[in-house]
């Protein structure tokens, strides 16, 4: 099926610090998604993305997350600064319309630990 | 809200059987959509089948197929001539069809293991 990539496969950083999550989605998908998993426990809707902008966002994005796509190049999710509770799987997605026409196709997942 | 439920924690079933996962959901919308994923032992999240809720068919992609059961509120998931390599966690989503309404709601997750 269709591939996403996420760089980096496994981030650790110190509490407090910048992250940057990259995804490189599908190439002819326009609409973007990050979502959050918590070891064990089921993904979680953050955020979707389309034509330069945040669509919509769950409680979880918080003040501290952003979303870009500059250029047409990764799509990334910055964490500043991050938080211990910030450590999870983050995982993108992407399809290429919205609504009922497409699928959402999942990356590989970031796994990030916050210290 | 949107809610999806997954009971089985975990099932465990001899290679080459059937095995149904189920899976309810809740929406105020006439019109949505119900995928199943898996997600394997690296992490990977595969796509595996989705049912739209007008479609009265119950979707089958080879060894998949669904039992779409729309007054009950559930979309199982039927896996036959189960492989070693099945063995995953399968999750069920669900998307309403409003406009915007573009997020994924997950349910917890059916761990499937598959003995030899």
């Known amino acids: 099926g269709p591939k996403v990539l996420q760089i980096p496969s496994h981030q650790i950083i110190d509490m407090g610090q910048m992250v940057t999550l990259n995804c490189d989605p599908v190439s002819n998908h326009l609409y973007f998604y990050w979502y959050k998993q918590i070891l064990g426990q089921q993904m979680e809707f953050l955020v979707n993305f389309y034509n330069g902008k945040v669509m919509e966002k769950s409680k979880l994005f918080k003040d501290q997350f952003s979303v870009e796509r500059p250029d047409g190049s990764y799509f990334t999710l910055k964490i500043q600064p991050t938080a211990l509770e910030d450590s999870a799987v983050y995982f993108c997605a992407s399809s290429s319309h919205r609504g009922n026409q497409d699928t959402q196709y999942f990356g590989p997942g970031t796994r990030l630990l916050v210290l | 809200a949107q809610k999806v439920t997954q009971t089985q924690t975990s099932i465990s079933v001899v290679e080459k059987t059937t095995v149904t996962m189920d899976c309810v959901y809740e929406t105020r919308d006439s019109s949505y959509f119900l995928f199943w994923y898996k997600q394997t032992a690296s992490g990977e999240i595969v796509f595996l089948i989705r049912?739209?809720?007008?479609?009265?068919e119950n979707a089958t992609v080879g060894h998949y197929s669904l039992n779409f059961q729309k007054p009950k509120s559930s979309i199982g998931l039927i896996i036959t001539a189960t492989q070693i390599e099945d063995s995953a966690v399968y999750f069920c989503a669900m998307r309403e069809g409003a406009e915007g309404a573009d997020r994924l709601t997950f349910g917890k997750g059916t761990q499937l293991i598959i003995q030899p």
């Open positions: 049912q739209d809720s007008y479609k009265k």
